[in-house]
């Protein structure tokens, strides 16, 4: 399957990612920031990156910026409950940026694992009907 890069400062959130992509077959890494993430990257080949928009540190829409650059083929998926106040959401913004698709939080294990199927190589659109 794919190998997957999850990052967000939330370890639940990381937590729970991770459970439901490697219930699916994948291999999941994963970083709590934007810097961490991009190590990750750097070291090993990934097929999709999930990261959040609002972090400590690097935050993911930077992070979104660097793998557009560095690794074009990387796609990205980004993750969002808005800012501290929720009123915030950048994730049409992401996309705007190269992001593939987006996920509100909270969002459902099938949810993810739908979007993820969406985005993987070799997915046609009589698959996704």
């Known amino acids: 399957m794919a190998r997957i890069i999850v990052i967000d400062d939330q370890e639940p959130i990381r937590r729970i990612v991770r459970r439901a992509l490697e219930q699916e077959g994948h291999e999941v890494l994963d970083a709590s920031e934007g810097e961490m993430g991009m190590?990750?990257?750097?070291r090993h080949t990934a097929d999709?990156?999930?990261t959040d928009i609002f972090m400590p540190?690097?935050?993911?829409?930077?992070?979104?910026r660097q793998?557009?650059?560095?690794f074009?083929?990387?796609?990205?998926i980004v993750i969002s409950g808005g800012d501290s106040t929720g009123l915030l959401d950048l994730r049409h913004d992401a996309e705007l940026l190269g992001a593939?698709?987006?996920l509100q939080k909270p969002f459902t294990s099938a949810e993810l694992v739908?979007?993820?199927?969406?985005v993987l190589p070799g997915r046609d659109a009589t698959e996704r009907a």
């Open 48 to 50: 999709v990156v999930i």
């Open 57 to 64: 540190g690097q935050d993911g829409i930077l992070t979104l």
């Open 72 to 76: 074009p083929a990387v796609k990205v």
């Open 114 to 118: 739908e979007t993820v199927r969406d």
């Open 100 to 102: 593939v698709k987006s």
């Open 39 to 42: 190590q990750l990257l750097e």
């Open 67 to 70: 793998i557009r650059k560095q």
